[in-house]
């Protein structure tokens, strides 16, 4: 499968060592988080995965340690049930970007979790294919242009000012896709 992720930004992941992939997957994680906290946060019986979610993207930003738990954090995630085999597949909005915001937390615990570039390389990837679609679907919009800016951004910037980065343009999205859903 090809890869989204621009090809400078892949090789500062694999050059760049633990820390710097922390710090990416984290972003783009942080960025994805409306998403799925948005889109499930009234369904029933989801509060606990609510929950797991925020905590876990919250400890993505130690950059400055690998998870230790990591490989639990991610049995856990897959229990969620947009990781889970459908035979109708994904047939909504909400859903696909609920499981791609799913799927970078996948890929960011275990890159975070191991110091792997590629899995961390994954985690981008997710983020870009939803921000494609978006773009896609939303006319005028430029969400992946600006996800590959920050992705860019976060293997040369501070925390801080790439968390309220990635926490602006998080919700920027979130509602980019409240505007494509049926009232």
Known sequence: ?????????????H???DEA????VAACTERMASLFIGLRANLPGR??????????VRDLWYADR???DAAERVRLLEQFPELQPDE???????DTYAFLAVLSLRYALLAHGSGNADEAVSCGHAALTAMG???QNVAGASFLADEQRLQALSLSSDAAGL?????????????AVLGRLPR
């Open 1 to 13: 499968m090809e890869k989204l992720v621009n090809g400078a930004v892949a090789e500062a992941l």
């Open 15 to 17: 050059e760049g060592g």
């Open 21 to 24: 992939i922390c710090l990416y």
């Open 47 to 56: 509060e606990s995965d609510l929950a797991f979610f925020v905590e876990a």
């Open 66 to 68: 690998l998870l230790s």
């Open 88 to 94: 109708e597949g994904i047939t909504n909005p909400a």
């Open 133 to 135: 679609m978006l773009d």
């Open 163 to 175: 968390w309220d980065a990635s926490v602006m343009a998080g919700r920027e999205r979130f509602r």
